[in-house]
T-cell receptor, first 114, second 113 residues
């Protein structure tokens, strides 16, 4: 059974700091990994998707890496801003069989202080 | 393209009642999934539909059911509501039969009193 863990559970940083969020998963047989952002009481916004054959993806100030063999992914946020404050979730889509579901971590609550 | 829409956005029900939530996927997307989000358990998979067929179901009691229509719109139903069913229910759609890259709606906040 796939399990996804995110560390840290919460992070508070001053504006302008670069930061790294971590995600680990127990079964390396994944199809892809997605990073999402969730604002309080809202739905999920997809930030980055990394296919299992890829090592990283970049979008603006965000960079996500994937090491499938070790079951790890990181989300790097450069020059953080107060508007980045949200919960960040990572999720994996398992490959093979008739799965079709995402398994989520519990998320990292990020607070960027002005 | 319009995103995933969910109705209603907020719902208050009493224990023992039943509820139906609706999800309209992005145009052209035939895979629709449902997730329950609670503070304690996080996001948990409920079920997934593709072309009106349920292909996968999470570990939830039989009180939770769903269906998908020919236009890919989906509904989920919870019967005999319990206090623990209070949650944010999220629907996601995917353009791929494998569920590759899922797009989420804003969710329905269900409160059971």
């Amino acid at each position: 059974k796939q399990e996804v863990t995110q560390i840290p559970a919460a992070l508070s940083v001053p504006e302008g700091e670069n930061l790294v969020l971590n995600c680990s998963f127990t079964d390396s047989a994944i199809y892809n990994l997605q990073w999402f952002r969730q604002d309080p009481g809202k739905g999920l916004t997809s930030l980055l998707l990394i296919q299992s054959s890829q090592r990283e993806q970049t979008s603006g100030r965000l960079n996500a890496s994937l090491d499938k063999s070790s079951g790890r992914s990181t989300l790097y946020i450069a020059a953080s801003q107060p508007g980045d404050s949200a919960t960040y979730l990572c999720a994996v889509l398992d490959s093979g069989g008739s799965n079709y579901k995402l398994t989520f971590g519990k998320g990292t609550l990020l607070t960027v202080n002005p | 393209k319009a995103g995933v829409t969910q109705t209603p956005r907020y719902l208050i029900k009493t224990r023992g009642q039943q509820v139906t939530l609706s999800c309209s996927p992005i145009s052209g997307h035939r895979s629709v999934s449902w997730y329950q989000q609670t503070p304690g358990q996080g996001l948990q998979f409920l079920f997934e539909y593709f072309s009106e067929t349920q292909r996968n179901k999470g570990n939830f009691p039989g009180r939770f059911s769903g269906r998908q229509f020919s236009n890919s719109r989906s509904e989920m139903n919870v019967s005999t509501l319990e206090l623990g069913d209070s949650a944010l229910y999220l629907c996601a759609s995917s353009p791929s039969p494998t569920g590759y890259e899922q797009y989420f709606g804003p969710g329905t906040r269900l409160t059971v009193t």
